[in-house]
């Protein structure tokens, strides 16, 4: 056994005593309110902008913050949930979560919500871990597909209400009321928990690798803020200082690998990559996960550049098909346990390469039927593969790696999504630009709607080649039954 193996948090092996549902809907109300806090204010910018009285770029380090906070805390999660016991590291992040919120909704200034949104991405960051390892160590791998399907619908249902409840919100109240709204629950959260949350783990406490702490913080943190940077106003992949800080990460992520396979008790234990089903599961979710981001990213443009659509009009395009792939999710959970991962993933990745190759021919005369429906489609799609094959893949892990194993998912999860949010705006901003540079009249409205209906075909045709290489791999999927501890 590896020394990591020392390291993990040892977790019971009987938990006949243990009241399992209480556990997962705590879980699942804490992480449903801090996930949804990631969608919840972006619809706001145009608002705060006006109130705040700073630019778009300068705002946008709401967003970019968020996302570079979560990508730095995630790999260090798989050491803190070894110090830490579940209830410490759940109400910990709760607590984090709330104090953010608490500090949004009261903030006078741009400078001090910006100091409450990485409050709320701290509890967020660490919250997705935590909730993760407590299902895989409380259920064993043949009942894992429904529990991590009802994870699924939280992940899915809770940003795909998030622009939408806020339009709502604002037609009638202040920005601030995003916040006020949010903390009620956030509190009821803490206090649940601590009434019915029971730890599932004993803190081991191994040695803390400081080095490794701070190339991981390095590593994904530079390639997560580069990226996003590069397609929000930073002067793209043109600027010195977008790819010198992707190249800044991309070095210390190497050290770091280098590093965690010669250590004895490493941050992040990547000898989980031993394991060709958890391998297979992380290519998979790259794959997906920058799909994923990148419609949701591409869509929106289409809709109000393109088709001249308000922000709620497009909110509301997108909710039905969100929706549907989170309620689904407990389904697809369920029929994961009693079919196995091909008979759900394998239809899936097929279903999904027709759906994108219909978003590569979409125009100005496109329905909103049409595109409510192809949305729907594409969310089935997508849930049809996610949870099933990351189940699939953590339920090949030893105990001893299901910490890392975790980590590892939710950090590349974290920079894929930044990756392929700035890689299809890039593609999509390109080729509009092409467009109008072949244009007779570059400043018509009509022929800038249709640069960007040009822009989001290029993007997507990418997109549909990525659905290609998921389909391929999909046929190499094997059912894992659980790995010795």
């Known amino acids: 056994m590896q020394h990591s193996g020392r390291a993990a948090a040892s977790a019971p092996h009987e938990f006949g005593n243990v009241r399992k549902l209480p556990i997962l809907i705590s879980l699942i109300i804490g992480a449903f309110f801090s996930i949804l806090n990631e969608t919840l204010l972006n619809i706001a910018f145009p608002e705060l902008m006006v109130e705040l009285n700073v630019s778009a770029p300068t705002l946008q380090w709401l967003a970019t913050g968020y996302m570079l906070v979560v990508g730095v805390l995630v790999p260090a999660s798989a050491l803190l949930v070894q110090w830490f016991t579940t209830r410490q590291m759940f109400l910990g992040a709760m607590m984090l979560f709330s104090l953010g919120t608490l500090v949004c ?4 200034q741009f400078s001090v919500i910006l100091i409450g949104r990485l409050l709320q991405a701290a509890g967020t960051g660490l919250m997705l871990p935590v909730m993760m390892n407590t299902i895989l160590v409380l259920y064993p791998p043949e009942k894992r597909g429904a529990a991590m399907g009802s994870i699924g619908l939280v992940i899915m249902f809770a940003p795909a209400i998030g622009p939408t409840l806020s339009g709502l919100i604002l037609q009638s109240l202040q920005w601030r009321w995003l916040f006020f709204m949010v903390l009620p629950f956030a509190i009821f959260s803490i206090v649940f928990a601590f009434i019915y949350l029971k730890n599932v783990s004993q803190p081991t406490k191994p040695k803390v690798d400081v080095v490794s702490i701070v190339l991981s913080t390095i590593g994904f943190g530079g390639i997560v803020y580069g990226f996003s940077s590069s397609g929000e106003g930073h002067g793209g992949w043109s600027s010195p200082l977008v790819y010198g800080i992707v190249l800044v990460g991309a070095v210390a992520l190497l050290l770091f690998v280098i590093r965690q396979l010669r250590v004895e008790e490493p941050l992040m234990d990547l000898r989980a990559f031993r394991y060709p089903m958890f391998t297979l599961t992380t290519i998979l979710l790259i794959i997906m996960m920058m799909t994923l981001f990148s419609t949701m990213s591409l869509l929106p443009f289409y809709f109000q550049g393109a088709l001249g659509l308000t922000v709620f009009m497009s909110g509301l ?8 792939n989170g309620l689904i999710s407990p389904v697809t959970g369920k029929l994961f346990d009693k ?3 091909r008979a759900l993933v394998i239809p899936g990745a097929a279903f999904l390469v027709i759906i994108m190759w219909f978003f590569t021919r979409v125009s100005m ?5 049409t595109l409510l429906i192809l949305h729907i489609c594409l969310m089935v799609a997508i849930s049809m593969i996610m949870m099933p094959t990351q189940t699939n893949g953590l339920n090949q ?11 590892i998912l939710n950090t590349l999860q974290q920079v894929a999504g930044a990756i392929g949010v700035a890689l299809f705006i890039g593609i999509m901003t ?15 409205p009509a022929q800038m709607s ?12 990418i997109g549909f080649g990525f659905a290609v290489i998921a389909l391929v791999l999909t046929f190499f999927l ?5 790995a010795p501890s």
């Open 478 to 482: 094997k059912r894992s039954q659980g």
């Open 339 to 341: 079919f196995g991962p």
């Open 317 to 324: 395009l997108l909710l039905p098909g969100s929706l549907l």
């Open 365 to 369: 005369d496109t329905s909103k039927a």
């Open 397 to 407: 892990l030893p105990s001893r790696y299901y910490p890392h194993g975790t980590a």
């Open 430 to 444: 390109s080729g509009q630009r092409n467009f109008l540079e072949r244009s007779p009249d570059p400043t018509s």
């Open 450 to 461: 249709e640069a960007v209906v040009s822009g989001v075909h290029n993007a997507f045709m």
């Open 105 to 108: 909704g009261v903030a006078p």
